[in-house]
């Protein structure tokens, strides 16, 4: 029987010297879903990834993708065969030609979808004989992009996937992966553009310090997530909205601002037990929740 | 497809080496049946005369001594690379997300060295069989396959340093820089101290040719090229360690 979950971390550790890069992650990535995977820089996020492709040796926990364990270099060459993973700088050999390169990464995969190389090498415009190196970035990007996309995956990994794309290259990429998770694949990125994530992710994990602060369906943080605004006729009481769901409160002269993960209501309950002149509830978008879960940590 | 990865990835320099090998040989062995010799050699001036086979195989001698310089260099080079190298190149994560182990990517690298390190011992004494036979001199091909053997059973173990060091340093420079120490610090702590453990003299056929025919025994030192392979394999098992444990 499959697992619901194409990637599950437990208590996950990884330092680099007195730095630690990630604490004791425990993540869990849904099957068939698009999963975005935000974070500072230096949060932990390429680690992560990098553990979980066997790039990088965990000190502590465990994981496995596709239930093979991450740390048994041949079920992690086995996951391989399976996983299909752009890193952030979208590596290539430049002494190949596209052409060289398309035909290199083929031979890997018996399950390589010629049609899918051929109808994204139309619109991508990539030009076959053309030696990687003299590429553009954005065109290095895409070729990264066809490459991982026609070995037909089941889970996608992708690190910042949208860099050096222009706006029709970041369209063309965003209606590609919602198409390859309607097939069934599961999708992994991390981004920092947050508008991309929002558009296309079902659920959202934000890593920040090597701990996970975030772990929800897109649904749920828009359901829950909501920025109070408060106006009271005096300094307003902070203390009294230190409540569970509250993550953040900020005060300016008369005004407060809470930000709640949840508990809304008893927040408003709270505002007007202590007269408040206005509340306003505001739905928040991710780029807030991020902003503000970070902000916090 | 990790043979063409490795092969275009080394092509250049092993192109760049065959072609500078095998003119060298061509034109010093073509020069040398022609041109005065050496105040050292015995045929004093011109033509190597007929019956004198000393002189050839003396002129064969020197030739060794010199592809065996040239050898060591190309071949410490070709050992330069791999995926410690594209670390720093940055390709290392489109490598190692290939679903293929590391000790495969480092044998496929290996091999085809090796491959090439023989190619590169053959070709030069093929041009010296090609251009003394031009000249009308025979040559006998059991002495040449004696020097190629030598060169390639003694002198893999540069090679394998090479890979070993490739494999513990990144630098562009440092590790050919380091590797060509080891080749000239182990010529001169050898030379100096250990004298019969020197495995530039095995390679140059020191140890084995006679002084007066310089013609190489067949009786070669089995057991110097045996101990000069198994510390190549040793180091080539060594890399292996080290990859695998390696982190990107």
């Known amino acids: 029987m499959m697992s619901d979950n194409v990637i599950l971390t437990q208590a996950l550790r990884k330092s680099y010297g007195s730095t630690e890069a990630v604490r004791g992650l425990n993540l869990s990535v849904g099957r068939n879903r698009i999963t975005g995977f935000l974070g500072r820089n230096g949060a932990g996020k390429s680690t992560t990834i990098k553990m979980l492709l066997g790039m990088v040796r965990p000190n502590s926990g465990s994981g496995t993708v596709l239930g093979r364990q991450i740390t048994d270099a041949e079920e992690n060459r086995e996951l391989r065969l399976r996983v299909a993973y752009v890193a952030e700088d979208k590596p290539l050999y ?26 994204l090498l139309q619109d991508f415009e990539l030009p076959l004989r053309r030696k990687v190196k003299t590429l553009s970035k954005g065109m290095r990007t895409k070729l990264a992009l066809l490459l991982a996309f026609a070995r037909r995956p089941e889970l996608l990994i992708l690190d910042e996937p949208s860099e050096g794309l222009d ?75 230190r409540m569970s769901g509250v993550e953040r409160i900020q005060t300016t002269g008369r005004q407060m601002s809470v930000f709640a993960s949840k508990n809304t209501e008893a927040v408003v309950e709270r505002a007007h037990d202590l007269n408040a002149v206005s509340v306003e509830v505001v739905p928040v978008g991710l780029r807030d929740i991020f902003l503000e879960t970070v902000k916090e940590n | 497809m990790l043979w063409y990865k490795a092969w275009l990835e080394t092509r250049a320099r092993f192109l760049t080496s065959l072609m ?104 030069p004494w093929v041009t010296v069989l090609v251009v003394s036979r031009i000249a009308g001199l025979h040559v006998l091909i059991t002495q040449v396959g004696l020097y190629v053997l030598l060169l390639v059973g003694g002198g893999l173990v540069y090679f394998a340093m090479a890979v ?85």
Request: with cysteine; proline share 3%.
């Open chain 2, 20 to 123: 500078t090998l095998t003119i060298f040989c061509g034109v010093f062995v073509h020069h040398a049946l022609y041109i005065s010799c050496s105040d050292t050699f015995p045929c004093a001036q011109g033509l190597i005369r007929p019956g004198r086979q000393a002189e050839l195989y003396f002129l064969l001698m020197v030739t060794q001594n010199y592809v065996v310089i040239m050898w060591v260099l190309v071949v410490v080079l070709l050992g330069m690379g791999g995926i410690v190298r594209e670390r720093a190149l940055g390709t290392s994560s489109l490598t190692l997300s290939l679903p293929v182990s590391r000790v495969r990517l480092l044998g496929v690298r290996v091999v085809m060295g090796v491959l090439q390190a023989i190619a590169l011992a053959v070709a």
């Open chain 2, 164 to 248: 070993l060091v490739s494999s513990l340093v990144i630098g562009e420079y440092t590790a050919p820089a380091i590797a060509f120490g080891v080749v000239l610090l182990n010529a001169i702590i050898f030379d100096a101290w250990l004298r019969r453990f020197n495995v530039w003299r095995l390679v140059t056929g020191d140890f084995s040719i006679d002084k007066t025919t310089y013609l190489l025994s067949t009786h070669l030192p089995w057991l110097g090229i045996l101990a000069s392979l198994s510390v190549g394999v040793l180091m080539v098992l060594a890399s292996t360690i080290v990859v695998q444990r390696r982190e990107f």
């Open chain 1, 167 to 241: 706006p029709v290259g970041i369209e063309h990429l965003l209606q590609v992966l919602v198409g390859r998770s309607a097939e069934g694949v599961s999708v992994f990125f991390s981004s920092h553009q947050i508008a991309e994530v929002e558009r296309v992710a079902d659920h959202v994990c934000i890593l920040e310090k090597g701990c996970l602060l975030v772990d929800a369906s897109l649904d749920q943080l828009r359901k829950f997530y909501r920025r109070i605004d408060l106006v009271f006729s005096s300094t307003p009481p902070k203390s009294e909205f």
């Open chain 1, 94 to 119: 430049g002494y190949m030609t596209v052409e060289q390169m398309i035909r290199f990464a083929s031979s890997f995969y018996p399950d390589w979808a010629a049609d899918v190389e051929k109808r």
